[in-house]
């Protein structure tokens, strides 16, 4: 009788290559002002410039990660690869709402071989939704000043 397993599996080391990545954090976005897009959320982090038309995030947005663009960009949430198929645009007004972000990670540099996404030469964002409460409840969140947008 053998005690070595029918299939051995084989082991293999993989080599880490020091890579840059920065996180917004829940706390960080509920001091935001409320309904802002992901790629609002991250305009503050090195490496990283993002524009959008409107102060309110409505009609898009523009996103660079080291001078590389949008389209060069893969975003996740929760895993879910989320850019268009055929144009590598990503919508980010569409994606997510601020309230419901808990944290939005950004890996600068091109992607891992098993990340999801295939246009990630510049870099990859990752999104993740808040956990959903036991308790039922709401959250209510508001801003003001100039023209009543932020």
Do not use: H, W
Request: proline share 9%; glycine share 10%.
């Amino acid at each position: 009788m053998s005690t070595s397993p029918a299939c051995p599996r084989a082991s293999r080391k993989v080599p880490s290559r020091p890579n840059s990545s920065s996180t917004v954090t829940q706390a960080f976005i509920e001091k935001q002002a409320p309904g802002q897009n992901p790629f609002q959320l991250v305009r503050l982090l090195p490496g990283v410039n993002s524009t959008s038309p409107d102060p309110l995030g409505l009609t898009g947005g523009n996103i660079t990660i080291r001078g590389l663009q949008t389209s060069q960009v893969g975003v996740t949430l929760e895993g879910v690869p989320i850019s268009d198929v055929g144009s590598a645009a990503t919508y980010p007004q569409e994606i997510i709402d601020s309230e419901d972000t808990s944290q939005i990670n950004i890996k600068q540099g091109s992607a891992d071989l098993d990340s999801p996404v295939v246009n990630s030469s510049g870099g990859t964002i990752s999104i993740y939704m808040r956990d959903p409460s036991i308790k039922p409840g709401g959250t209510i969140d508001f801003s003001y000043g100039s023209k009543s947008s932020t």
